[in-house]
């Protein structure tokens, strides 16, 4: 019987492997990924996440949104923005009732998100002679640069999808991931420059101390029971990689977005410990 040939099984070899940093090495093992990590590419970082409070804004009806909306339109010209739209005590009563009815979290998070999903269609309805337009989460996922082409923004629903699932909440069947969080991990994701939430408050206050700038973890610590978002947003904000502030600016005050928009320190600034 012939000897094989040693040359002809390196061909061979060669045949059935790429060159790769990753060749003969395992997944699973984060030790042995480690010296093929490379910084993440932002790939927006022009990109300003404008996220609107559902309850904050949305709900407070025809004084509250029109003039958020005309401060969104008149920074178009200076900002390409993707509009975030959060549920307001609608999707409440929708949990309520999917709560008694025995839902399981995934579907009380679809279901919470339509409301979220209606909010977006008002504000790009309101927006529309601007060319701003609604855009479903496929959309946003895979085609939202092609669209800031076209146009200065877009709006979405800033309910993160889960389909039918969702990471088990620590307690009861709420789903943990709502709108701010879907928020800033779009923000993330994409490596947006910016990532504003407007609500109905100037900012953090703890007691009679208002807080222009303070750490996520130092703002976890104190734990204060009415955050103006959900605390949920401080936690990823360790884990973030291109995400390491975030300004919340209270929409009801005339110039407030504008000038967060133009990098004034308006508001609140909570940064990444």
């Keep these: 019987m012939t000897a094989p040939d040693p040359a002809q099984e390196d061909l061979v070899t060669a045949a059935k492997d790429v060159p790769s940093a990753l060749m003969r090495q395992t997944l699973l093992d984060r030790d042995l990924v480690k010296p093929v990590d490379r910084p993440v590419i932002r790939l927006l970082p022009w990109l300003n996440v404008v996220a609107v409070g559902g309850r904050s804004i949305m709900d407070r009806g025809r004084d509250a949104v029109l003039g958020v909306v005309d401060e969104l339109r008149d920074a178009l010209p200076e900002h390409r923005m993707l509009i975030l739209t959060g549920a307001g005590i609608r999707a409440r009563h929708v949990l309520?009732?999917?709560?008694?009815?025995?839902?399981?979290?995934?579907?009380?998070?679809g279901l919470a998100a339509t409301e979220a999903e209606q909010n977006a269609h008002l504000l790009a309805a309101l927006l529309a002679s601007e060319g701003v337009s609604y855009l479903p989460h496929g959309t946003v996922a895979h085609q939202l640069a092609t669209h800031l082409t076209a146009s200065r923004a877009v709006v979405a629903n800033g309910y993160p999808p889960y389909g039918v699932h969702e990471f088990p909440p620590v307690v009861g069947k709420i789903p943990l991931h709502r709108s701010d969080a879907g928020a800033f991990l779009l923000a993330d994701a994409y490596g947006a420059g910016r990532l504003l939430y407007v609500k109905d408050v100037d900012g953090v206050q703890t007691g009679e101390e208002f807080l222009p700038r303070v750490g996520a973890g130092e703002l976890l610590a104190i734990g204060l029971p009415d955050l103006p978002l959900d605390a949920l947003?401080?936690?990823l904000m360790s884990r973030a990689k291109h995400v390491k502030e975030i300004q919340i600016v209270n929409g009801l005050t005339p110039g407030n977005i504008?000038?967060?928009?133009?990098?004034?320190?308006?508001g609140t600034i909570v940064q990444a410990d």
Excluded: E
Excluded at 96 to 109: H, I
């Design 96 to 109: 309520g009732v999917g709560l008694d009815l025995g839902l399981p979290t995934g579907v009380l998070g």
């Design 233 to 235: 947003v401080l936690d």
């Design 258 to 266: 504008s000038k967060a928009l133009a990098g004034d320190h308006v």
